[in-house]
């Protein structure tokens, strides 16, 4: 045997890598909108295990697998008979290889609060249990799981309800037909309507982008193709039914939008995993168009992996956002500052019974009744007029859809309210368009200030666009502290950075590059070259937006000087833009 053929071998391994970029590029289409497919069963002796994933190469670790396995089943407590669908999310391992580009290429254009998990997956669950006499334990139980770094929560459930059924009765060789399907889809792109075939359906869905109007309804431009069937239009491939979620919680909307603002510990505990991910998803989605930088676990068990790290009482609770079923986290949250138990939803006459706010003492381990559980006190008042429109809208039968579009509207006109003045204040502190320069470093951002922030909300606070009323320099002020703040700010100062590099290439376009090397010294010319050069690689590696023809002249720019220079300086620098 050639000992460079061998496991661990230069060679061998290089096979081994071929063998897997084959794999990538085989499912690149796939793997755009998924990871894989799962199928998890009960097993006596092993409890929940993983029986098929689907493609076959994906690699999973077994930390991964692991915790597929468990959060893919409905705890015992939950009573789940029949059908059931929920979601899940959980931490990728470190070292996982994604597509980097694709991922950069999507992530530019989205809303930032549909961009793509780089540290964690998605779970879509479609868990069947039913009886059947023919298993040991009466009751045939399995999920179908599909795993995504996308929080496209409506399509994929959607996309369950066509599939499941049809693999519960055929199995293996149904799924194999349908991930094929899923990879001869077109990949997502912000902005795009697509056609997506799959199981002799149709399914019409328009990828949002951030350049939509919040609030708005984009213009949906049917993709060009001929088809034979009819699609199924998907009006939304991520947004809740908001009012179902919030239905016996509406009174106490304020008080959750700021709880989910200021990223507070908090632990949704429902009757069921479905129960619990929609309440948890629609917290973190109250806030949108910002995005929720804290964690949050639409399910979370005993069993998960960050379970230790999330109850231990050494240190204050973490800035999450967890569902749970199982009554034994009670006890183990009970130093949690908020807590939320709902039950299932009882109507009082035509209304659905709201919960109370609870002090936090009034938790009992096995009995605690539906409330709100804490001693937060809102900065703002409560919109009475919402609550009154909600429950009118209740008492003459309005479709749940038109109270979710009320439920949304509003809180993105809160959310609005309170990021306007952040924004416009960000956008004072970018320096002045014309003191960019060709000869010199761009100028700096200059820092925030919360003190001459603050400032400016007298005559250019909420109140101009929101009616509430209430402490909204509190409010600010903790949410200066808040990991929401942390991520908003840095992604803006991020943009903003990128937006003073693109204005710096594109003044160093306009200038007369020529006419200014012809009077330097050779070190001068090179130095320029050096620096245009790492300029250019870090707007290519940026995807910097840049007015058409400023990277094509650089480059011209930069081969037509060093063929001007001596030949052993061509050498060393090379004949193009690149080294």
């Not at 990871?35 to 029986?51: M, S, Y």
């Not at 949704?268 to 989605?285: F, G, K």
Request: net charge positive; with cysteine; charged share 25%.
């Amino acid at each position: 045997m050639d000992p460079f053929d061998g496991p661990g071998s230069p060679r061998h391994e290089e096979q081994e890598e071929a063998g897997c970029a084959e794999s990538r590029s085989r499912w690149a289409r796939f793997s755009s909108w998924l990871e894989c497919a799962c199928v998890v069963t009960f097993d006596l002796e092993l409890g929940q295990a993983i029986e098929l994933v689907y493609p076959q190469d994906v690699k999973l670790t077994e930390k991964e697998k692991t915790s597929i396995c468990y959060l893919s089943f409905p705890d015992s407590y939950s009573g789940c008979l029949g059908d059931t669908q929920f979601s899940f999310r959980f931490r990728q391992s470190v070292g996982r290889r994604t597509s980097r580009l694709r991922d950069d290429l999507y992530n530019r254009d989205a809303p930032v609060t549909l961009q793509r998990e780089t540290a964690h997956f998605f779970g879509y669950v479609y868990f069947r249990q039913v009886k059947d006499v023919s298993v040991k334990r009466g009751y045939f139980q399995k999920s179908l799981v599909l795993v995504s770094r996308l929080p496209y929560t409506h399509l994929f459930h959607s996309l369950m309800q066509t599939i499941a059924p049809e693999f519960f009765e055929k199995h293996e060789p149904c799924l194999e037909a349908v991930c094929n399907e899923i990879d001869q889809w077109p990949s997502p792109v912000p902005g795009q309507t697509l056609n997506l075939p799959v199981m002799g359906v149709i399914l019409q869905v328009r990828i949002p982008s951030k350049f939509d109007k919040p609030g708005g309804s984009p213009v949906r431009q049917t993709a060009k193709e001929n088809l034979l069937l009819a699609p199924t239009l998907l009006p939304t491939i991520h947004e809740l039914d908001l009012f179902k979620c919030f239905q016996s919680v509406l009174i106490h909307l304020q008080m959750l939008w700021e709880l989910a603002l200021l990223g507070e510990p908090l632990v949704i505990m429902a009757p069921s995993p479905t129960i619990s991910s929609e309440t948890v998803l629609a917290i973190i989605s109250s806030i949108s168009p910002l995005k929720f930088c804290c964690d949050f676990r639409p399910y979370f068990t005993i069993h998960d992996s960050e379970f230790r790290e999330y109850t231990t009482r050494t240190q204050a609770p973490p800035s999450v956002v967890l569902g749970v079923t199982n009554p034994f986290f009670i006890k183990t949250f009970q130093s949690w500052p908020h807590i939320v138990r709902l039950g299932e939803v009882k109507m009082a006459g035509d209304l659905p019974k709201q919960v109370k706010v609870k002090k936090l003492s009034k938790l009992k381990t096995l009995d605690t009744k539906p409330g709100i559980y804490t001693a937060y006190k809102t900065f703002l008042h409560k919109d009475k007029i919402l609550i009154k429109r909600l429950l009118k809208g209740i008492q003459r039968k309005r479709p749940s859809e038109v109270q979710s579009a009320i439920l949304r509207r509003h809180l993105l006109e809160l959310t609005q309210s309170f990021i306007i003045p952040l924004e416009r204040y960000m956008a004072s502190l970018m320096p002045l368009q014309r003191s960019v320069t060709p000869w010199k470093t761009p100028p700096q951002i200059r820092p925030f200030s919360q003190d001459e922030f603050l400032s400016t909300l007298d005559h250019a606070g909420p109140q101009l666009t929101s009616l509430l009323r209430g402490d909204w320099i509190g409010l600010y002020r903790k949410f200066f502290r808040s990991p929401n703040f942390d991520g908003w700010y840095r992604h803006r100062h991020r943009e903003m950075t990128q937006k003073l590099e693109s204005l710096h290439l594109e003044v160093i376009c306009d200038a007369d590059l020529l006419g200014w090397t012809k009077d330097k010294s050779e070190v001068e010319v090179v130095d320029l070259i050096l620096k245009l050069r790492e300029k250019l690689i870090k707007a290519r590696r940026q995807q910097l937006q840049l007015r058409d023809g400023v990277m094509d002249k650089l480059d011209s720019f930069i081969t037509s000087i060093i063929s001007s220079l001596p030949a052993d300086l061509q050498s060393v620098l090379g004949t193009g833009a690149s080294p």
